[in-house]
Nanobody, 126 residues
Framework: QVHVEESGGGDVQAGESLTLSCRVD????????MAWFRQAPGKEREWVGC????????RYAASVKGRFTISIDVAEFVADLRMNSLKPADTDMYYC???????????????????WGRGTQVTVSS
């Protein structure tokens, strides 16, 4: 059974930084892609960014590009989301998602991902 767990959420002030981590247990696939999504109550889930298993080609939503950085350690089944220059608009529940794939390119469509964590809350105050 595959288990995905996010950690690192919290309350910060605007302009500060925060790093979220995602850990996957029970995945037998050697190659996989990971993505981060976020969602506020009553709103649709939004793709934040993703990374392929090589770590060489992360992709980001326009709203976070230049501020957020995704990294992956595929051998350790861990991916991080480093968030800099946080804004109140970044306040959301952040979810990690995993897609087993030998293709080193990550999709932005949430329906492409097979396994999900339960989320970690990020709150940014002005």
């Amino acid at each position: 059974q595959v288990h995905v767990e996010e950690s690192g959420g919290g309350d910060v002030q605007a302009g500060e930084s925060l790093t979220l981590s995602c850990r996957v247990d029970g995945l037998r696939n050697t190659y996989y892609n990971m993505a981060w999504f976020r969602q506020a109550p009553g709103k649709e889930r939004e793709w934040v960014g993703c990374i392929g298993w090589s770590g060489n080609n992360p992709r980001y939503a326009a709203s976070v590009k230049g501020r957020f950085t995704i990294s992956i350690d595929v051998a350790e089944f861990v991916a991080d989301l480093r968030m800099n220059s946080l804004k109140p608009a970044d306040t959301d529940m952040y979810y990690c998602a995993v897609k087993p794939s030998s293709y080193d390119w990550c999709p932005s469509d949430e329906y492409e991902y097979n396994y999900w964590g339960r989320g970690t809350q990020v709150t940014v105050s002005s």
